[in-house]
């Protein structure tokens, strides 16, 4: 394991959290100080190790071996969960066959180069899980794992770890992006770019650790949990444009910004503020090429950014609310007493 430790040049005293914009935008209006140089976040990559000790079955099953024994929990999960290897004497074997697999092997020839070290990646997180422990103080500061998983899986959160798999965010325009088959659709290629690694992270694990099965009884309340979701992040990662916040390219966030009222407004009219159909619920929030049921040049997520909006101008009139407390104590019929859409 790295112990990372990264001494942030950041004004001592408060810092006001606001983010880069692609246009108009509420302000996010949560305070931190300035994260320690003491602050520490643990990071590991299995994906260079496994390579280099597989020359050879005998090496290869010493190396498992000796991770098994010694090395993280979290190596188990990245067999069985999402290299889905069986955990049974024949692992080693399994793993060999992976690592000599050509196609696996030049992919991991090209997540080396694209990230001979993660250190930006691993700054990037220190400061935003650093900011996060001081607004979630009850929280342990999440161990984080990179992996090549065959894309199998991009993002592994859990309460206290994240895992990335690194073949993810080669790049929109990687010849071996491109490639893919058409089980990954443009919009997926799309978002596998390195700049969306933080947002990626800093998400899944908020997700993972504030979900409740009641923020799903309604569409209202679906949507304000993942707005408090990209709220948290944005106050986590700031400086940070809008877009990348949400993955999307700029004329999607201008599109939400100039659509705010119209989104709203087919809320109301067919009747979906409180509709308890899932199938609502994932056109409204889901990912995609576009929102279904507008227009196809708009964006995706529309009730993604109608709850962010929403949970911002509720912050706006009550600054003093905690983090914490938005996060598990403000309903949606709360915050949507808050809001008024932008005209």
């Known amino acids: 394991m790295n112990l990372i430790r990264i001494s942030l040049v950041l004004a001592t005293g408060l810092l006001l959290i606001t983010a880069c914009s692609d246009g108009p935008r509420p302000k996010n209006v949560i305070e931190t100080k300035a994260v320690s140089e003491d602050f520490r976040l643990e990071t590991s990559r299995l994906d260079v190790p496994l390579f280099a000790n597989s020359h050879s079955l005998g090496q290869l099953q010493a190396w498992h071996q000796k991770e098994l024994a010694t090395g993280p929990e979290f190596y188990k999960t990245y067999l069985q969960n999402i290299l889905q290897v069986k955990p049974d004497s024949a692992t080693a074997l399994s793993l060999y066959k992976f690592t000599g697999n050509p196609l696996w092997k030049e992919l991991q020839g090209e997540i080396e180069k694209a990230y001979p070290n993660t250190d930006t990646i691993d700054g990037q997180l220190t400061r935003a899980f650093g900011r996060l422990k001081q607004l979630l103080p009850t929280k342990s500061t999440p161990s984080i794992y990179y992996f090549n998983s065959a894309f199998n899986i991009g993002i592994w959160p859990d309460t206290n770890l994240v895992g990335i798999g690194l073949e993810w965010y080669l790049g929109k325009h990687h010849r071996i992006v491109k490639q893919l088959p058409s089980d990954f659709p443009q919009f997926q290629r799309d978002n596998m770019e390195a700049v969306y690694i933080p947002g990626d992270v800093v998400k899944a ?27 948290a992040a944005e ?77 911002a101008d509720y912050m706006k009139k009550n600054p003093d609310t905690s983090l914490e407390t938005l996060l598990t104590s403000v309903s949606g019929k709360q915050i949507l007493k808050a809001y008024k859409p932008k005209k």
């Open 205 to 231: 694990w908020l997700g993972m650790n504030y979900f409740k099965k009641e923020y799903t009884t309604d569409l209202l309340e679906y949507m304000v949990f993942n707005g408090k979701l990209m709220y």
């Open 235 to 311: 106050a986590a990662l700031a400086p940070i444009a809008d877009s990348v916040l949400f993955s999307y390219t700029s004329e999607q966030m201008a599109w939400c910004y100039e659509q705010e009222q119209h989104i709203w407004q087919e809320l109301v009219k067919k009747d979906l503020i409180f509709s308890t159909r899932e199938r609502d619920m994932q056109r409204m929030t889901a990912d995609g090429p576009f929102t279904p049921g507008f227009p196809q040049n708009g964006a995706p997520m529309a009730g993604v950014y109608i709850g962010w909006k929403m949970v």
